[in-house]
């Protein structure tokens, strides 16, 4: 995507700046100068609301993002930090998946290796849909980018676009032509080395530009438990969650209502991930928001971790 970082980096907050911000004492002892929690539990537009946002800096040379798998099994964020070691410092679910086959229905990379694909099409009884969907990546420097992307060819090579897939009106038909190398607007290959997708895309160029009919999904004015990723104009990353289904207490937010606190914390580019059970946000060991599927955290089968070097 292109964007216009130095002057977006000027712009005034938006909607929901009366979010109170605070540090959360008991997520920041002992994290680095480049990490830090905030909590709100202010109410959003007249309901209960409670969430936590990580803020942290991946050029950070003491720390690491890294994308990590279950190799076929889904765990719990917490099983993730076990398995990590003391190292670890944060851990946030990512992708949608499939509870059949435990495999993410979105791109994964790590190392700029692709271990899982965006959905090639969507098949329908009149004609084959294209999409294409909406992913965060880090690049070797450590550069955050939010793109629409798709995967091309028998060796699954991620192109990123600076438009998503839109139907073609041909008379009293609708066509969707596949996604490649030139089509659609500014394709280039999309060179990360940490990667991980969801969907729809919040926040494009400073402003909320909720991209669910283009990608193909539902549910923008429902609330639920949420889990995004945005990034400032300066590279700082912001991993929100939004605790949910919390009846009196926390009753989630809808699609639109993240966009906007992600233009309040001044994102050029934010990404919804899979949110509802999965939403977890583990930091210095310890959970964030109350998860609320009955049995604690969701299993999932991918994460973005945040660690130490060395």
């Given at each position: ?132 969907r909406g992913a965060f990546g ?16 028998e060796k699954n090579r991620p ?152």
């Open positions: 995507m292109k964007r216009l970082l130095i002057m977006l980096a000027l712009l005034p907050a938006a909607a929901h700046a009366q979010l109170r911000w605070q540090p959360s004492a008991a997520h920041n002892e002992g994290l680095p100068a480049s990490m830090r929690v905030f909590e709100t539990k202010d109410s959003l537009d007249g309901k209960p609301f409670r969430a936590f946002y990580l803020e942290f800096d991946p050029s950070d040379p003491q720390i690491e993002a890294v994308i990590r798998t279950g190799n076929g099994k889904r765990l719990t964020p917490a099983q993730y930090d076990s398995i990590e070691g003391p190292s670890v410092l944060a851990v946030v679910n990512t992708t949608f998946f499939s509870f059949q086959t435990n495999r993410s229905l979105n791109i994964v990379m790590h190392n700029g290796k692709v271990i899982d694909v965006n959905p090639k099409s969507i098949p329908t009884p009149r004609r084959t849909i294209y999409t294409t880090l690049s070797k420097r450590n550069r955050p980018d939010i793109a629409w992307v798709y995967n091309v060819g192109y990123a676009y600076d438009v998503p897939v839109t139907p073609e009106i041909n008379g009293t038909d609708t066509v969707y032509h596949q996604p490649g190398k030139k089509y659609p607007r500014g394709a280039h290959r999309w060179k990360m080395k940490e990667a991980a997708g969801g969907g729809p895309v919040l926040v494009q160029n400073g402003k909320v530009h909720v991209t669910m009919n283009e990608e193909r999904m539902g549910g923008v004015k429902d609330f639920h438990p949420r889990s995004a990723v945005g990034y400032r104009a300066d590279g700082k990353v912001i991993l929100l969650v939004v605790e949910g289904r919390n009846k009196g207490v926390a009753e989630g937010a809808t699609l639109s209502q993240l966009a906007e606190i992600f233009t309040s914390l001044q994102c050029v580019e934010a990404l919804n991930l899979d949110g509802g059970g999965s939403s977890a946000l583990y930091v210095n060991h310890l959970n964030t928001i109350k998860p609320s599927d009955a049995a604690g955290q969701r299993p999932v089968p991918a994460v973005l971790v945040i660690r130490r070097k060395g």
